[in-house]
């Protein structure tokens, strides 16, 4: 919801975003762009009702209704105007003549002095009413377009007698079918409109306001994860439909409008709202089950460490925790398991100071990295997180152990709890409560979303026909393996390899030209040195999925991640251009079918749960490593932190390559984490297959 007017001066000092796009709009109003939506009223209403609703909006919303004007000494200053109907327009019009009515108000110029940034329109027309929302960039920093449609929902039903609520369809895709059912040859909406809707969904996921139709996304920090979230906000919100390849082949917002596909925008009125139990997802159950297997055995903690480069406060990183775990209810779970289902609870806020969670610096001498990461977690009793604070003995820096259980949290999850983090810091830091835009959806509202729509047959259909006679496992037939280990637990070592700064760049300009990703280049790599060292004909590889195909979770933290197979062949013939494209095509239309978990799999290959894995080669990226970053103290100045590699005493793979791609002090670092079962694969056997990646990297 909106934040209530309680009181503002009449004069108020703008800050540098808001000079920013002052001085944008003024110079090159071009490169300023409206956000603006449609949205469709799926029911009859009172307009009177509806228009008090936008007055009282407009009325009680901070700096909604604001102008911006220079000072006698020079100095932008914004002040709000009392005529709120300065921010309401009430049209008839044609249902075909509705985006050539959005173009012209969105290409209308923008005075600060005298227009509002903040613009409501409602449409009248023989198909229904419709509300346009139009909002200036220069609010970008305070609001978006889902509080205001949040705030309308809640304020009309609070204002209607029997408090009737209001449904609201975003209508972008219902334009293009009104087009449709009057029989006109318009069989895609418009490419500038689709280019400019792509381009908002850039710079809103970026952060980068000054996007142009024109500009790369991988050239402003764009990746595979991010390029996820942009294709699922396109699909559930505009029915626009974008394939992963293309965003590859064309990564610009007008190049990407050429490739889109119209669909029927998802109807969200099944979500669920903060549920306090749930069964397991899909893919929480097949964690579940391989945990199980291993005795409940810490194989599956996730031991992330810091190290701070500046001193952090110990109370304030408490606060701003509790923050996160109040906000994200997949932190503050628990297991159990009843007649044989396991179920997940969400432990009440107000039951929180029950259990145990964080130690401070005080309460950890003579504790360890390693005595933390090899805590059992009893999951039925604990909260799946422990927080410890160690200071080293030398030099008095302190080091943050952050332990979580891989039941609630993935890779993505961790760049969530990182950024939020940092936020509710800074907040507390400062004597305040962290303001969260949006709330978080939950992995229990998942779970039971997933559960009501089943499990996709076609999906299954998909791995299926890939992986049916497919040769499992990896055996090098021309290589000595290493004395098979008597231990009840096999051996694993690891090794890293560093590239040098220069040879990101390389990768990064060749991936780029090959339409592919520094992932798609470096797998490749690593599966063709795996056919030399072997002469293998085909070979199963596992990599992990993000598991969000609904943008409504895009912010949930939660183990939301698939394994999937990828079944590469190999031609003596065939270039690594070729086999790259082969491979990158194969990721990348996978994405889409990647919400089926991998014991789901095999068991449709006749697999049985005792047969393993169908792979023994896994390999992912951390892409914009969140463990490198930094944390603001009241001042704003930075307190960085850097990543300490675990060690590695376990794993479930063969072989497990784990590509690293950090940024640090504004500089791509590149490197790579082999992690080996050493009953397996001799040490000797790993540095030459290490050699011959490095050779086919420097190759290309």
């Known amino acids: 919801m909106l934040q209530q007017l309680s009181g503002t001066s009449s004069v108020t000092a703008v800050s540098d975003y808001e000079e920013h796009i002052w001085m944008l709009q003024l110079q090159q109003p071009e490169q300023v762009h409206r956000q603006v939506s449609l949205w469709k009223i799926e029911q009859n209403i009172d307009q009177t009702l509806l228009e008090k609703v936008i007055q009282h909006i407009v009325q009680t919303t901070p700096y909604l209704n604001i102008r911006y004007k220079f000072s006698d000494d020079g100095e932008l200053y914004k002040f709000p105007v009392e005529d709120w109907s300065s921010c309401f327009k009430f049209q008839q019009l044609n249902i075909d003549n509705i985006i050539k009515y959005i173009e012209k108000i969105k290409s209308d110029t923008w005075n600060a002095e005298v227009d509002s940034p903040f613009f409501t329109h409602i449409l009248e027309t023989e198909q229904g009413i419709f509300i346009v929302l139009m909002l200036h960039p220069i609010l970008d920093q305070s609001y978006e377009k889902s509080d205001f449609i949040k705030s309308i929902k809640t304020i009309y039903a609070n204002f209607s007698s029997n408090h ?15 087009h449709k059912n009057t029989g006109e040859n318009k069989t895609q ?29 991988f050239d402003f920090g764009g990746h595979s994860l991010l390029a996820t979230r942009i294709i699922g906000n396109l699909s559930n919100k505009h029915g626009i439909e974008i394939r992963f390849n293309d965003f590859f082949k064309s990564p610009t917002a007008i190049g990407l409008a050429e490739y889109t596909s119209i669909k029927s925008a998802q109807n969200q009125q099944d979500m669920v709202q903060n549920t306090e139990q749930a069964p397991l997802t899909l893919a929480q159950d097949f964690l579940w089950q391989a945990y199980s297997a291993f005795d409940f055995s810490p194989i599956y903690n996730l031991p992330f460490a810091v190290e701070f480069l500046a001193e952090v406060d110990e109370n304030v990183l408490f606060q701003a925790f509790t923050d996160i775990i109040e906000r994200h209810v997949g932190l503050r779970t ?18 929180l100071n029950k259990h145990k969670w964080f130690w401070d610096s005080n309460e950890s001498q003579h504790i360890t990295l390693s005595d933390e990461a090899s805590y059992k977690f009893d999951l039925s009793q604990e909260l799946p997180l422990r927080v410890r604070i160690i200071r080293e003995p030398d030099n008095n820096q302190q080091k943050l152990s952050f332990l979580v259980h891989h039941m609630v949290i993935d890779e993505w999850s961790l760049n969530t709890i990182m950024s939020d983090l940092a936020q509710a810091y800074f907040a507390r830091a400062n004597g305040h409560i962290p303001d969260w835009k ?25 791995w299926t026909d890939m992986l049916t006679g497919a040769t499992k496992g990896l055996t090098f037939n021309n290589t000595n393996h290493p004395a098979p280990s008597q231990q009840n637990t096999p051996q694993v070592k690891w090794l890293e390899l560093k590239f040098e700064p220069e040879m990101y760049k390389k990768i990064s300009a060749f991936s780029r030209q090959q339409n592919s990703s520094i992932f798609s280049v470096i797998y490749t790599a690593i599966v063709l040195a795996l056919h030399h060292q072997g002469n293998l004909k085909e070979l199963v590889v596992g990599t992990s999925a993000s598991g969000r195909t609904d943008p409504n979770f895009f912010d949930s933290v939660g183990y939301f991640t698939t394994m999937v197979a990828h079944r590469v062949l190999f031609n003596s013939q065939q270039s690594f251009e070729s086999l790259l494209q082969n491979i990158s095509t194969m990721i990348n239309n996978s994405m889409a079918y990647a919400d089926i978990p991998i014991n789901h799999i095999q068991k449709a290959l006749g697999m049985l749960p005792e047969d393993g894995l169908l792979f023994d080669v896994f390999i992912h990226i951390h892409s914009n490593n969140a463990l490198n970053g930094v944390l603001k103290n009241p001042q704003g100045q930075d307190i960085p932190y850097r990543q300490i590699l675990p060690e590695r005493n376990e794993s479930m793979f063969g072989l497990h390559f784990e590509i690293m791609e950090n940024l640090i002090d504004e500089q791509y670092e590149l490197s790579m984490i082999i992690t080996y079962q050493a009953h397996r694969f001799s040490t000797t056997l790993l540095e030459s297959i290490v050699e011959r990646i490095k050779t086919i990297l420097d190759q290309i």
Do not use: C, W
């Open 438 to 462: 949006t709330p978080a959806q939950s992995i229990h509202d998942f779970s039971i979303l997933q559960k009501k729509q089943g499990i996709h047959i076609e999906h299954i259909q998909y």
């Open 334 to 351: 628990l297991f159990q398991t009843q007649n044989g289902e396991t179920i997940q609870r969400a432990v009440p806020i107000s039951e």
């Open 164 to 178: 009737t609520p209001l449904r609201l369809t975003e209508a972008d895709t219902l334009i293009h079918d009104s």
């Open 189 to 217: 909406l418009d490419k500038t409109y689709i280019s400019e809707i792509i381009l908002d969904e850039f710079r809103s996921t970026l952060a980068e306001p000054d996007m142009t139709l024109n500009d790369d996304f």
